[in-house]
Nanobody
């Protein structure tokens, strides 16, 4: 329980699109706050988007609003979190991480320390 794994990173040119997915092996009988974070070399980990599995509420960082879309799918065994990234920019280049925590974080979704399950990360590189 509590294992997250990301898929879908890669390299793309400025203006291109990529889709990330995260398979979360968690107890599906409860709700979670799930999020995508990213971290570029020499920078702090920053929140990109979050989703509350209970009612599907989403939040986005200002830097990705209108370009990125977070969504979920769920079956009896796992939750899959998606991040569709369009109109990518070189400044989106980073390691992208999936995170989860039971319950709702509401406005505290941006703080990495609030999450107790993390994936290993997947690299996204956008060239100019």
């Amino acid at each position: 329980q509590g294992q997250l794994r990301e898929y879908g990173g890669g390299s793309v040119q400025n203006g291109g699109s990529l889709g990330l997915s995260c398979e979360a092996s968690v107890y599906t009988g409860r709700t979670y706050s799930m999020a995508w974070f990213r971290q570029a070399p020499g920078k702090e980990r920053e929140g990109v988007a979050s989703l509350y599995t209970g009612i599907g509420t989403t939040n986005y960082a200002d830097s990705v609003k209108g370009r990125f879309t977070i969504s979920q799918d769920q079956d009896n065994a796992k939750i899959t979190l998606y991040l569709q990234m369009n109109s990518l920019k070189p400044e989106d280049t980073a390691m992208y991480y999936c995170a989860a925590v039971p319950g709702s974080l509401r406005d505290s979704w941006l703080r990495p320390s609030n999450y107790n399950y993390w994936g290993q990360g997947t690299q996204v590189t956008v060239s100019s």
